[in-house]
């Protein structure tokens, strides 16, 4: 799909704005929130518009994500 610059404007805003949520919820879950949901969302919707800052803030949630649920490894 081709987007306009004004609706990848948007959808830029979208993804941050879902980065900067699921970041702040790392250390404080709430409940109702499904981050697991926006960050697939905000990924695929990172790599459809061509936004690689997204992709990596996407990536880095998913990786902090993975590292408080499964944080009972050695180091």
């Given at each position: 799909?081709?987007?306009?610059?004004?609706?990848k404007?948007?959808?830029?805003?979208?993804?941050?704005?879902?980065?900067?949520?699921?970041?702040?919820?790392?250390?404080?879950?709430?409940?109702?929130?499904?981050?697991?949901?926006?960050?697939?969302?905000?990924?695929?919707?990172?790599?459809?518009?061509g936004?690689?800052?997204?992709e990596?803030?996407?990536?880095l949630?998913?990786?902090?994500?993975?590292?408080?649920?499964?944080?009972?490894?050695?180091?």
């Amino acid at each position: 799909m081709t987007y306009s610059e004004s609706e990848k404007i948007q959808i830029r805003k979208e993804i941050d704005d879902s980065n900067d949520l699921i970041w702040n919820l790392r250390a404080a879950p709430r409940p109702g929130h499904k981050p697991e949901e926006l960050i697939g969302k905000s990924y695929a919707d990172s790599i459809a518009i061509g936004y690689r800052f997204g992709e990596a803030r996407c990536l880095l949630n998913m990786g902090m994500g993975a590292f408080i649920l499964h944080h009972d490894y050695p180091l």
